[in-house]
């Protein structure tokens, strides 16, 4: 069982990253790190909580990092997400979960030393950059880092050439890639190219609530808003799960394949946020990124649904 800790910014489909990672064996989630994207920091904690509580599992700890980005002003993604962040659900707030004392830095900084403890970051990268800063050594000691963001040949979905992720917290997403490229080591990014294939309908939806009516209630009723927005948006019958992706190949390598190279994210101007992935070696530097660019999409599905579909879940009132 691999050990590891979900940075996200729940988040529709950070939720369902949460979701399937906590229903898959291969996996501990020893912690939770919230981080300013999608939701503000505090009700990215509260909707994580949300998310544990129909879960049954609020035992795992959540812990808050960043509420802004390294430089930029803080840009939320509420217009995708809805204004509770969690698709407009508007489910009940948890009772007594207060936010702890310890940051997520801290917890982090605390968990990482060991060297068996990997991160999946499914939102912008400025914990992580927050570690680098105060800790290089903890961050160094992450066993596998995957991160959905970036994008290499796919068009961006926050400009024409930047991923949201990387586009919100530009200067973050540079540190750790940069600090990877120092250290001789490669981020595992999962970026649009693949993600863009992994499209939730309205079919696997029928087939979630005939199968399990209390998690197909829940996701339907914190992605109706998503797939709203992808019609009205792009046109697509659905919605793109991107932060699932991330998690199904931490679990099953085989899901994603791609090339390895340096790749360096752009701070400034027209193309800021942008992942430069250099696959052509113009730079002569090593790498410091898998950059995934195929996906075989029945195997994310052949994984994915299953073990959604087998939570027990606690029915909304
Ligand atoms: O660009 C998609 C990514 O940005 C996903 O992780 C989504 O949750 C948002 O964080
Ligand atoms: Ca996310």
Known sequence: MEKIIIDCDPGIDDSLAIMLALSSPEVEVIGITIVAGNSPSELGFM???RVLKFLGRLDIPVYVGADRPRVRNYVNALDTHGEDGLGESFLPEVPD???PKESAVEFMKKSLRGGDVSVIALGPLTNLAELIDSDIDSFLSIKRLVSMGGNFRSHG??????EYNYWEDPDSAKVVFDAMYEAGREIEMVGLDVTRKI????????DMKRENP????????????????HWEWEHIRGCVI???LA???FIKPTILSGIEAFTEVDTLGISMGQTV???????????????????DEKAFWDLFLPRILGIKGERNE
Do not use: W
């Open 247 to 249: 998690v199904a190949q």
């Open 199 to 206: 499209v939730l309908t309205p079919e696997n939806l029928d």
């Open 214 to 229: 209390v998690v197909g209630d829940f996701v339907e009723r914190i992605t109706k808003f998503y797939f709203k927005f």
């Open 97 to 99: 979960q207060a936010i």
């Open 242 to 244: 991107n932060d699932p």
């Open 277 to 295: 992935v250099d696959s052509m070696g113009f730079y002569r530097k090593h790498s410091n990124a898998l950059v995934y660019t195929t996906v």
């Open 47 to 49: 909707n994580a909580k």
């Open 157 to 162: 979905n926050c400009s024409p050439v930047a």
